[in-house]
């Protein structure tokens, strides 16, 4: 079975420019998450899907960053405008359900660096 | 919010020696997880923990939630250079909750 995919795994941009991430989660995975790890952290939640629709986005900085999930398959994380403090990885995962007992699996990262 | 205070921050041990490290929350969680993160990847999940007073094994890895329900320990033993890695504790309050995750532990084992 095919893991979590992300890409690109590395991406540099100057503060102020837009940026965008995607995942592809497990096939058949309802529940999608976007986390941010800042480096020498644990990882954050950014936002969770279930199916195409939001579940828990409380803490995405909505001012600067957006996610979708049209077709409640593949996702798009942006940030626009970067600024420094947004360097970090940026993990996307995926559960069968969203339920508790369900495992989630993690993509390898987007590594962003934000000069 | 809930915050998570996992320690040490890091163990620099021999191989074969035990490890021991545990996180503590100010928040109830009814779900503890441990991760392994190798560089370069995601969390990988190790143990799963869903009733306080569980004890759970996964081959040389034990792990148990805390009575109070605020704690959970790992451990580690007999460990191995493969060992090496950031090891995270995650909590969530409820089914389908949000998890929140501790700061790392990151394990160093010399040959």
């Known amino acids: 079975e095919a893991g979590v995919a992300q890409s690109p795994r590395y991406k540099i941009i100057e503060k102020r420019q837009s940026v965008a991430f995607w995942c592809n989660p497990i096939?058949?995975?309802?529940?999608l998450y976007w986390y941010q790890q800042i480096l020498g952290q644990g990882p954050k939640l950014l936002i969770q899907?279930?199916?195409?629709?939001?579940?828990?986005d409380s803490q995405l900085p909505k001012d600067r960053f957006s996610a979708e999930r049209l077709k409640g398959v593949d996702s798009t994380l942006k940030i626009q405008p970067a600024k420094l403090e947004d360097s970090a990885v940026y993990l996307c995962?995926?559960?069968?359900?969203?339920?508790?007992?369900?495992?989630?699996?993690f993509g390898p990262g987007t590594r962003l660096t934000v000069l | 919010g809930q915050q998570l205070n996992q320690s040490p921050q890091s163990m620099f041990i021999q191989e074969g020696e035990d490890v021991s490290m545990n996180c503590t929350s100010s928040?109830?969680?009814?779900?503890w997880l441990w991760y392994k993160q190798d560089p370069g990847e995601g969390p990988v999940l190790l143990i799963a923990?869903?009733?306080?007073?569980e004890l759970t094994s996964n081959g040389r890895l034990t792990a148990q939630f805390g009575i109070t329900r605020k704690d959970s320990f790992l451990n580690i033993s007999a460990s191995i250079p493969s060992d090496v890695g950031i090891y995270f504790c995650?909590?969530?309050?409820?089914?389908?909750?949000?998890?929140?995750f501790g700061e790392g532990t990151q394990l160093t084992v010399n040959p």
């Open positions: 995650a909590g969530q309050e409820a089914s389908g909750s949000r998890l929140t």
């Open positions: 923990l869903y009733k306080a007073g």
């Open positions: 928040s109830i969680f009814n779900t």
């Open positions: 995962a995926s559960s069968r359900t969203a339920r508790g007992t369900d495992t989630q699996y």
């Open positions: 899907f279930q199916n195409n629709g939001v579940v828990d």
């Open positions: 096939s058949g995975h309802a529940t």
